[in-house]
């Protein structure tokens, strides 16, 4: 889920948040929220004399940055070494990580490749069996080598 910017805020918007609507915003679970806290990825704000902890617009845009992190495929661990704004990684390291990423997409793919070639020939041959009026099944047998 993608925010908008939350930092230019409406005179409707509250500054600051419960777990519960700090996670409806992000799209992410409560529980996700405590994990990222655990993880160092996610500041807990103290906790006052009311008991609720309130969590600023900040909050937000940080998880929704993790979320858009892993979806381009990097690790919690990852994110918190590199990315985080804490983080001390450098450019060079951001963008070394990252051409890694796009090695390790581009041997998947291949390997991807070569999957579907072997299924869709597979689909191919147990057409040509069945117009044949073979009984025993291609694919199945291909699976049991």
Not at 73 to 95: K, M, N, W
Not at 119 to 141: D, N, T, Y
């Amino acid at each position: 889920m993608k925010p908008g910017n939350l930092t230019t805020r409406p005179k409707d918007r509250p500054e600051f948040f419960t777990i519960g609507q700090l996670a409806k915003l992000a799209g992410v679970n409560i529980e996700t929220v405590r994990y990222y806290q655990r993880l160092g990825l996610l500041a807990e704000p103290r906790k006052p004399a009311s008991g609720y902890r309130r969590y600023p617009v900040q909050a937000v845009e940080d998880i929704c940055f993790i979320k858009r992190a892993q979806a381009l495929g990097f690790t919690l661990r990852e994110i918190a070494s590199v990315f985080h704004p804490e983080a001390t990684g450098a450019c060079a390291d951001v963008s070394a990580l990252a051409a890694g990423k796009v090695s390790l997409l581009e041997r998947r793919i291949a390997e991807l490749t070569k999957v579907r070639d072997a299924l869709a020939a597979l689909v191919k041959e147990c057409a040509r069996c069945r117009a044949l009026g073979a009984p025993a099944c291609v694919i199945r047998q291909a699976m049991q080598g």
